[in-house]
C-alpha cells in the first residue's frame, strides 16, 4: 500500500476540489445566460484572455506554439520531485528502486494487478496523470500529444519509480482516468484563470512549472459555466443484507445511520443541451459530494475498525464529458444534442464502494413548453475498467472465513452500465429531478485472488436512484427534499450470493450560483 503518496495527492486533490465553489461563484456574474443552446459550436482560442494580458509585465500572450520539451520536462520533474521525496524523506519501502533490480531490465518486468487502496487507483492515480496531462495542455500541445506525453509519464512511474510489479489498473486509471480529470480540471483552470491566478494554480498546479518556463496563459476561453451550485443537507439511512440461500445470519442484517451532514458542489461546463462540437469535453458536467455522520455500530475488518464502527462516509465523484456531438433541430421547441460520452464515477460509502470508467453513447434533450420546460439525458456506456465491493468486504459475514492480507478486498470489473437524468422546472422555478444509474459488474479473471474466498468470478447487478423536489425561497436559494435507493444482486459462482439494499433521505438547501 502507498499510504504516504495517497495522503500527498490525496490533499492537493481536495484543496482543488475546495476552491471550484469560490472561484465560479465570481466567473457567474460575468458569465452569459444560461440558457443559450441556439450556439451550434463551441471554440476555443486564446483570444478572450490576450486583452487582460500585461505585455510589460512577467507574462505575455501566448505564442500559439507548441512547447514539448516543456511538457516532457515537467512530467519528468514532477515523477523525479515526488519520488525522491517517498524514498529520502519519507523512506517509503516501494520507492526503493534501483539499476540491478528495476532499471537495468525494466522492459522484462511483467505488468500485473495491484492491491492498492481503491481511492488510491481510482482517484489519486488519475489525479496524478492529470498533473502530466495538464503539463502538456499548458505547454499548448493537443489532446492526442498530451495523452502521449501522459502515458510516457505513467509508464516512467510504474517501470522506474516503484519496486512493485508495474500495475496493469495503474496504466490504465493514469492515462485514460487522467484524460476525464486532467482536461476538466485545464478548462476549469482557464475559468478561474479570469478571476485569480491564484484560483487558476489551485485548480491547475501544474501551472508552477508552465509559467515559470513560458511566461505566458494557456491557451483557451474563459466564461463557459452553465450552470453552478452549492448544496447543504441533513439525512439519515437504513441497511439491509441478506445472504440468500445461506442460514448463519450471525452478521447484523439491517442498520441504520441516524444523521449525517452532505455538501456537494455541482457544475454544468456550456450548455448540454443544443450543443454541436468537434472538440472533446467542450461540454461536460461534474459532481463531487461529501458525508459524514454517526455510524451504525458495525464496521469492517480494517486497521481502524473501532472509528469505522462511530463514522458515516461517504465520497462521491460523477462526471460525464462529450468527446463529439451533434444538435439536430427536431423542432423549434426543442434542442437535442446526440454524441459520443466519457462517463467516470467515484462511490465510496461506508456501506459499498463502486467506480466506473468508459465510452458510450448519449442523447440529451430540453422541451421548452409554454410555461415550464423537461430536461431528460440518457446514456448508455460500457465500463472499461471500474471497481466493486470484494463480497460485502465492509461488514463481516459469519459464513466467510478470514483470509491474509495477500488478496484484495474488491473487484476489477467490467460491464454494461446506464444512467437516466429527468429534470422537469415549473414556470415559478420548482423543480423535480430524478436520476438513475445502473451497473453490471463481471469480474476481471486473474487479479491476485487465488487465496480468497471469492476469487471465482461472476456477475454483480447494481442500481443506484434518486428523487427530489425543490422550491426557490429566493433568486439563488433553494429548498428541497430527496430520497435515494442502491439495491445490489450478485449472482457469484462458488458463493452464497447476496442482495443489499440502502434507503436515504435527507432535507437540504441548494445555493444556485448561477
Known sequence: ????????????????????????????????SSDNSNNSEITFSSENLSSDLNEGGWFHENDGKKHPFVALGGMLFF???????????????????????????????????????????????????????QMARNSNLNKIESFGVTFLGSYIWEFFCETNAPSINDMFYTTVGSFSMGEMLYRLSLNADEVSM????????????????????????????????????????????NAINNSDYSYAQSEIFPAFFDASIFVVYNDPYGHDSNDPY??????????????????????????????????????????????????????????????????????????????????????????????????GA???????????????????????????????????????????????????????????????????????????SGWEWIGVANASFEIPLSKTIRMGLGDEFYAKRTFYKKMPDIFQFINSANIFAKVQLK
Open 1 to 32: 500500500m502507498k499510504e504516504k503518496l495517497t495522503f500527498f495527492l490525496l490533499v492537493i486533490f481536495l484543496s482543488n476540489s475546495l476552491i471550484f465553489a469560490q472561484t465560479e461563484n465570481s466567473l457567474s456574474s460575468d458569465s452569459d
Open 282 to 379: 467542450s461540454q461536460f458536467e461534474l459532481e463531487i459530494e461529501g458525508s459524514a455522520g454517526k455510524g451504525s455500530g458495525e464496521g469492517s475488518k480494517c486497521n481502524y475498525e473501532s472509528l469505522d464502527e462511530k463514522l458515516m462516509y461517504r465520497i462521491k465523484i460523477m462526471s460525464d464529458g462529450m468527446l463529439f456531438a451533434r444538435a439536430p433541430q427536431l423542432s423549434e421547441n426543442t434542442d437535442t444534442t446526440l454524441g459520443f460520452v466519457m462517463e467516470y464515477e467515484f462511490d465510496w460509502h461506508q456501506f459499498y464502494e463502486l467506480s466506473a470508467l468508459g465510452p458510450g453513447l448519449a442523447i440529451k434533450q430540453r422541451l421548452r413548453f409554454e410555461d415550464s420546460k423537461l430536461e431528460w439525458q440518457l446514456h
Open 382 to 456: 460500457w465500463n472499461a475498467m471500474g471497481t466493486t465491493d470484494y463480497y460485502y468486504y465492509h461488514r463481516k459475514l459469519g459464513f466467510i472465513e478470514d483470509f491474509s492480507g495477500t488478496a484484495r478486498n474488491y473487484n476489477m470489473a467490467t460491464g454494461p452500465m446506464a444512467i437516466l437524468k429527468i429534470r422537469y422546472i415549473t414556470e415559478k422555478g420548482s423543480s423535480f429531478n430524478f436520476n438513475f444509474r445502473g451497473y453490471g459488474m463481471y469480474d476481471y479473471y486473474s487479479q491476485l485472488q487465488d487465496d480468497a474466498p471469492g476469487s471465482s
Open 79 to 133: 515523477n523525479l520531485g515526488l519520488s525522491s521525496y517517498n524514498r529520502w524523506v519519507l523512506g517509503s519501502g516501494w520507492a526503493q528502486t534501483g539499476w540491478e533490480d528495476e532499471w537495468s531490465c525494466f522492459w522484462k518486468r511483467k505488468l500485473e494487478y495491484d492491491r492498492d487502496w481503491y481511492w488510491t487507483n481510482f482517484v489519486l492515480h488519475p489525479y496524478q496523470g492529470g498533473i502530466y496531462y
Open 198 to 241: 491564484l484560483f487558476s494554480h489551485l485548480i491547475n498546479p501544474s501551472r508552477l512549472w508552465t509559467d515559470l518556463w513560458l511566461r505566458q496563459h494557456p491557451q483557451g476561453t474563459h466564461r463557459n459555466i452553465h450552470e453552478l451550485s452549492l448544496k447543504f443537507g441533513i439525512g439519515s439511512a437504513r441497511t439491509y443484507t
